[in-house]
């Protein structure tokens, strides 16, 4: 009964955050100036020349019901929610049309996937091994010298690193493709090395930045976590100092550190954008990137709802498995 009132709370919070999210997303793109369906009109005429206006007319009315821009804003409204929400059918593509944005989407997401979830697992396990060490030994010189590191890195954006690691490693060595180029013509083994070869520089820029944030936040934690009276009393007892910073200060302190995961496990699927327009990384941030600049609603409310629902989803996930990680927590 308990776990039954748990879940259910859990769950309208899970539904209520996205409906809130979708609805910004549907309102917000319809706020620009410009409309998909006259700059779509605007390039059939510019590579065919002068069309009949009943021709322009019938396209015209066509392309607004594929685009979901047919009748009032709440009939708009209640069309994205059954076919986007609830089917993930958001119609084609203005970019690629009439190729539709679910498979495109399918296309990009596999290599966003790819680089962000690796760097992000990676820059955590890093950043929290790191951060436990500085903040549970915060005296000696190895720890300050760690986390003052970490405080220069972290403030620094995403496309500055980016910047940097593309001109020493790219343009000055010459060690790396200054833009992605992934061979997709060759065997699987070629696809991958070339792959490989292109997300080593983005990977680079996400870790560093990453990385810097979970030592900054698991040295807080546990150096204030070293500090309760429970890790005193085991240092009385004779405990040996490994044992307290694992079995004490570790699992007290990374119980945040696991939330903090979730969210940005979640927001993977959006891509790390600045990143991927540096280095023409093929990813779902360039991908909405492009479809900012050609008004392409379709595929931005594609692609921020897949996000939205991750991240959701990911949170709903932790909450629900936080009594199994903390004993503290119980479902009531």
Same mark, same amino acid.
């Given at each position: 009964?308990k776990?039954?009132k748990?879940?259910g709370?859990r769950f309208?919070?899970y539904?209520?955050?996205? #409906?809130?999210?979708?609805?910004?997303?549907?309102?917000?793109?319809?706020m620009?100036?410009?409309?998909?369906v006259?700059?779509? /009109?605007?390039?059939?005429?510019?590579?065919?020349g002068?069309?009949?206006?009943t021709q322009?007319?019938?396209?015209?009315?066509?392309l607004?019901?594929?685009?979901? !821009?047919?009748?009032s804003?709440?009939?708009?409204? $209640?069309t994205?929610?059954?076919?986007?929400?609830?089917? =993930?059918?958001f &119609?084609p593509s203005?970019?690629?049309?009439?190729?539709?944005v679910?498979k495109i989407?399918?296309?990009? !997401?596999?290599y966003?996937l790819?680089?962000s979830?690796?760097?992000t697992? /990676?820059? #955590?396990?890093i950043?929290?091994?790191?951060g436990?060490?500085?903040g549970f030994?915060? %005296?000696?010189a190895?720890?300050?010298i760690?986390?003052a590191?970490?405080?220069? /890195?972290y403030p @620094?954006p995403?496309?500055? /690193?980016?910047?940097?690691l593309?001109?020493v490693?790219?343009?000055?060595?010459?060690w790396?493709?200054i833009?992605?180029?992934?061979n997709t013509q060759?065997?699987?083994?070629? #696809?991958? !090395?070339?792959?490989?070869?292109?997300?080593?520089?983005?990977?680079?820029?996400?870790?560093l930045? &990453?990385? $810097?944030? #979970?030592?900054?936040s698991m040295?807080? !934690?546990?150096?204030?976590?070293?500090?309760?009276? *429970? @890790?005193?009393?085991?240092?009385?007892? $004779?405990?040996?100092?490994?044992?307290? $910073?694992?079995s004490?200060?570790?699992?007290n302190?990374i119980?945040t550190?696991v939330?903090a995961?979730?969210m940005s496990?979640?927001g993977v =699927?959006?891509?790390?954008i600045?990143t991927?327009?540096? *280095?023409g990384?093929p990813? @779902?941030?360039?991908l909405?990137q492009k479809a900012?600049?050609?008004s392409?609603? %379709?595929m931005?409310l594609g692609?921020?709802?897949?996000s939205?629902?991750?991240?959701?989803t990911?949170?709903?996930i932790v909450d629900l498995?936080?009594p *199994?990680i903390d004993?503290?927590?119980r479902y009531?």
């Amino acid at each position: 009964m308990k776990f039954r009132k748990y879940f259910g709370i859990r769950f309208l919070t899970y539904l209520l955050t996205i #409906w809130i999210g979708i609805t910004f997303i549907f309102f917000i793109p319809r706020m620009f100036p410009s409309d998909p369906v006259e700059n779509m /009109i605007g390039q059939m005429q510019s590579r065919s020349g002068q069309m009949d206006p009943t021709q322009m007319e019938a396209l015209r009315s066509q392309l607004r019901v594929q685009f979901g !821009l047919e009748g009032s804003l709440l009939e708009q409204y $209640g069309t994205f929610l059954w076919r986007g929400l609830l089917h =993930f059918n958001f &119609g084609p593509s203005l970019m690629s049309y009439p190729t539709p944005v679910g498979k495109i989407i399918g296309m990009y !997401l596999p290599y966003t996937l790819f680089l962000s979830l690796t760097t992000t697992v /990676i820059a #955590w396990i890093i950043g929290n091994i790191i951060g436990l060490l500085a903040g549970f030994r915060k %005296n000696k010189a190895s720890s300050k010298i760690l986390e003052a590191i970490a405080i220069c /890195i972290y403030p @620094v954006p995403y496309f500055i /690193i980016a910047l940097v690691l593309q001109i020493v490693f790219a343009f000055v060595l010459g060690w790396f493709p200054i833009q992605t180029t992934i061979n997709t013509q060759g065997s699987t083994a070629v #696809w991958f !090395l070339s792959l490989l070869k292109a997300s080593i520089l983005p990977a680079m820029s996400m870790l560093l930045v &990453g990385t $810097g944030w #979970w030592i900054i936040s698991m040295k807080s !934690l546990a150096g204030t976590t070293s500090e309760e009276d *429970f @890790v005193l009393f085991a240092r009385y007892r $004779g405990i040996p100092e490994g044992k307290i $910073g694992r079995s004490y200060v570790f699992r007290n302190s990374i119980l945040t550190q696991v939330t903090a995961l979730a969210m940005s496990l979640g927001g993977v =699927f959006g891509g790390s954008i600045m990143t991927e327009i540096v *280095f023409g990384y093929p990813g @779902v941030g360039s991908l909405v990137q492009k479809a900012i600049l050609m008004s392409d609603y %379709n595929m931005i409310l594609g692609c921020i709802t897949i996000s939205i629902v991750a991240i959701s989803t990911a949170t709903l996930i932790v909450d629900l498995i936080y009594p *199994f990680i903390d004993p503290r927590i119980r479902y009531n």
